[in-house]
Structure formats: structure tokens, C-alpha cells
């Protein structure tokens, strides 16, 4: 009988102080990922805003979709491209990707850690 009475008391001294000693490797965990995952892609959207705020006509730039232009015209939601000589699509501000440097190709992304 004292076996039985050995073996719980230790488990009910415990319990508060396990119950929050679980929660340690949660709360681990999710600042893991918001450090490795979170804040970084946060980060890389707020410069690929700012960058879509600061256009000017005459940037080279490329869209999602792969197009490269210059940029010719631009209103608040609307960006229009020469893609070719007189050759003009319009696409919408949030589908520019990023710029291209002097070479023609797409600037690679900044490092977002830091």
C-alpha cells in the first residue's frame, strides 16, 4: 500500500511546475518559426511595397508573368509597359515582380535577414 501512496506523491508535487514546463517546447517551436519563417516573409513584402511605391516612368521592370518592359505610364493601379518598340500592354502595379538590372535581367532578391 505504501508503494502505491510513494509513487503519486512526487506526481502531485509536480503538477503545477510540468504543466508549464510542457508548454516551454511550444513556445520554442513557434518562435523558431517566427524568426526563421514569419518575420523574414514579412520583411520581403514590405520591400517589394515600397519598391512598387517608388515607381517611376522610365524603370525596367518584370512582371510575375515573366514580361519584361520599360515602364511608360503609371496611375495608382494601373502600370503600362513597352515591351518592344510600340508595342504597349497595361498590367496591374501589384503584378511588377521587381526590377531588372542594366544586363536585362531580374535583380536578384535582397538578403531579408539581418
Known sequence: MTGVAYAAGPAAGMGGAGGIASFVPLILIFAVFYFMLIRPQQKQAKQLQQFLN????????????????????????????????????????????GPLTKEGLPAPPKPVGG
Open 54 to 97: 517608388d515607381l517611376k516612368t522610365g524603370n525596367k521592370v518584370v512582371t510575375k508573368g515573366g514580361i519584361h518592359g520599360t515602364i511608360t505610364r503609371l496611375t495608382d493601379s494601373v502600370v503600362t509597359l513597352e515591351i518592344a518598340e510600340n508595342v504597349r500592354i497595361k498590367v496591374s502595379r501589384s503584378s511588377i515582380a
